[in-house]
């Protein structure tokens, strides 16, 4: 019997407010990053590079069993559909975590003749993360 290792929640909604957590995941990432620029020139002779941060970037990956009913997965795919928005918000103890706007890439609907039938979504962040 699996036993889940975190109390974490990811809910969606088409704006900032009314979030609903989407059933069925059982596995998520969830990626921030920050482009790095070199801005090394020509007249330096130090033999190294040098650097500076850049903007941020990022993506959310969301996998798991697909349930036509649950509401949440079925915004992830109407969003994918029209290439509207999604905000993502993510709590990793159940009350504090992180939210941010996406764009849906991808919706995956996976099945196996003797396997239950699956979802993957990939989005793209839109935005600035910030903290709830």
Known sequence: MAIAAHPLTLSVASADSGYAEV?????????PKRDILESTNFK???GAKTRFAGLTDG???????????????????????????LWVKVLWDGATGHKVKCIVESFTIKAAVAGKVEFSASLQMNGAVTSV
């Open 23 to 31: 059933d069925g995941i059982n596995d998520f990432s969830f990626g």
């Open 59 to 85: 993506a959310v990956s969301i996998s798991g069993d697909y349930l036509s009913a649950d509401t949440p997965q079925a915004l992830i795919r109407t969003q994918e559909g029209n290439g509207g928005d």
């Open 44 to 46: 330096d002779t130090s």
